[in-house]
């Protein structure tokens, strides 16, 4: 395994929409997912798409109840519910943070960590982390989808602001 470069804003991958895993078996994509996890563990992520890694895949990790999960080729669904605005980062934007408004609840589907299908439905920071993830997947960052850019800052000030430094 080998952590690998995190491609920041500003870099085409991840302006653009990401081409499908035709092969979730295929040892390529396999020592990508394994070098993903590996890399968004050591930059201390919750989660980590294909195109931050400069492979403009369609597949994401995240830090899911059971460790860390993969998704290949993902479809999501905002479910009823509220919209909620939450504090999102970004490995890609490293040191700030922004209130991003979401679905709170999703449905999902797509191939597992063993190219199965897959599907269900997540809420709360499990929903936020897959949307997000998928954003980048469709080569959108979390700015584009936040109303009040007032809700933007280096996340030590917000810490300071907010009495946590």
Known sequence: MAILK????????????????????HPE????VADMAETMLDAGGVGLA??????????????????VEVL?????????????????GCLSIPGIRGEVPRASRIRFEGLDANGDPVEGTAEGLAARVMQHETDHLDGILYLSRMPDL???GFTEELARAQGHA
């Open 6 to 25: 995190i491609a920041r804003m500003g870099h085409p991958v991840l302006l653009q929409r990401a081409e499908p895993v035709a092969d979730p078996h």
């Open 29 to 32: 994509i396999r020592r990508l």
């Open 50 to 67: 294909a195109p931050q890694v400069h492979v403009p895949l369609r597949l994401f990790v995240w830090r899911g109840a059971g460790g």
């Open 72 to 88: 290949f080729n993902p479809i999501l669904t905002p479910l009823e519910g509220p919209v909620e605005a939450a504090w999102e």
């Open 150 to 152: 007032t809700k933007l």
